[in-house]
């Protein structure tokens, strides 16, 4: 193997590492709220819903001071015109939704896009959940942390007796890891 293409390959690998724990970690932050419940709500997009789902949008502006963000995948995103009567949006929104696939703004809250992917190498398997909208504040500070302690270490086996073929072994060791801070409010909708 070229030393070149080997060390990009283990760069690609680590860099995957690090945003599937990132996304694993903001995912389940809602969890870790006090009162649970209150944040995490799970429930059909449907008129049905639609006062709950206001509900969690307004606990969250109201908890933090700020105008809250819908975030999800363009699947869950989707889901929200079923939420009420579309007949009384404007000819602009139902544009959004022609060109978009989702509406621009629900009800004067922005709305954010999270990237869809495939798991590697399985195009059946998705790596971001299409049953799930992230409430988020729009203030909201970098509470995932990525912490990366000390220095990394390297070692190199080169002893001829070790190794009889020739090879080189390396051995490159780290210590990180990813941590959630939720002292800011945010909610959590599950389509179920």
Do not use: C
Request: charged share 20%; proline share 3%; hydrophobic share 40%.
């Amino acid at each position: 193997e070229d030393w070149t293409t080997l060390i990009g390959k283990i760069s690609i690998a680590f860099t995957r590492t690090i945003n599937t724990l990132l996304h694993d970690a903001v995912m389940s932050a809602g969890k870790t709220l006090p009162s649970p419940t209150q944040w995490n709500v799970t429930g059909q997009l449907q008129a049905a819903n639609h006062d709950d789902f206001i509900k969690l949008v307004s606990d969250v502006a109201t908890a933090t001071g700020t105008q809250p963000i819908i975030m999800g995948t363009k699947v869950a995103l989707a889901g929200l015109k079923n939420m009420g009567d579309v007949n009384y949006i404007s000819s602009e929104a139902k544009s959004d939704v022609y060109r978009t696939g989702r509406i621009g703004l629900f009800e004067g809250i922005e709305i954010a896009e999270i990237p869809q992917a495939f798991a590697p190498n399985d195009t059946s398997k998705y790596l971001v959940d299409d049953t799930k909208l992230l409430i988020m504040p729009g203030n909201i500070d970098q509470f995932v942390k990525l912490y990366y302690e000390g220095d990394s270490q390297i070692r190199e086996i080169t002893d001829r007796n070790a190794l009889m073929d020739g090879t080189h072994e390396y051995e490159l060791v780290m210590k990180f890891g990813v941590a959630v801070l939720t002292n800011t409010r945010f909610g959590t909708w599950t389509i179920g």
